[in-house]
């Protein structure tokens, strides 16, 4: 990361109102057209579908510096995706018309939103084969790996404090809660995650990593 080019787009877009959003608030509903554009100042958004059973799919998590939804804003069509507050969280609303100037004027900074782009699209690509081709046990290994990379809190023994739930790791890896909680006493008999209340921690990443380039379909 170009941390420059990070802090003028932060300076750049702290300009605009600020929104506090509490965990679980919807930010912006599937099929409507966005009035803005939104800026993560500090928090996680998650983006997820809803299943013909009802149950949310996770598409994505966006943490603080991602914009959101910019396929929307550059193609003009109604957003495709629900937005919410993963954890609380803040926002800042630009309009539009500034957004788009602001890319247009600046494509230093064009060029680091779209390599942020690609770089989740790469994870999400990833993710679908997995998905496709995948083990139960190799997806939940991805979720896990993918959790720890973005979003764990490293502890001073190197272990990652993931907060997150069983149910959150159905809903990013496509798996019933079942399922998840089968594997994930599998990985604690194998002594390499414990479970607490809310939170997963990943005692040591590396077991994860070499189980996966065992698993991967790839």
């Not at 046990?137 to 190197?158: I, K, W």
Request: aromatic share 10%.
């Amino acid at each position: 990361m170009n941390p420059t080019l990070q802090r003028k787009l932060h300076e750049h877009y702290s300009q605009y109102p600020a929104r506090h959003y509490p965990k679980g608030q919807i930010i912006l509903f599937a099929n409507e057209m966005p009035r803005y554009t939104f800026y993560i100042a500090e928090g996680r958004v998650r983006k997820y579908t809803i299943s013909y059973r009802g149950d949310e799919i996770i598409v994505d998590l966006l943490k603080p510096q991602a914009c959101f939804p910019i396929s929307s804003v550059i193609n003009k069509t109604p957003n495709r995706f629900f937005f919410k507050a993963e954890i609380d969280t803040t926002l800042h609303l630009v309009s539009i018309p500034d957004f788009v100037s602001f890319l247009q004027l600046n494509p230093d900074i064009t060029m680091y939103l779209f390599s942020q782009l690609y770089r989740r699209l790469d994870g999400i690509n990833s993710k679908m084969i997995h998905l496709m081709a995948g083990t139960a046990r190799s997806r939940l290994l991805y979720e896990l790996l993918a959790e720890c990379r973005n979003f764990g809190h490293v502890q001073p023994d190197n272990s990652h404090d993931l907060r997150l739930k069983e149910i959150d790791l159905a809903s990013l890896s496509g798996l019933s809660r079942e399922t998840v909680n089968r594997e994930i006493r599998r990985l604690k008999d194998e002594g390499w995650v414990e479970v607490r209340t809310g939170r997963i921690i990943v005692k040591n990443i590396a077991n994860l990593e070499m189980a996966l380039a065992t698993t991967t379909p790839y």
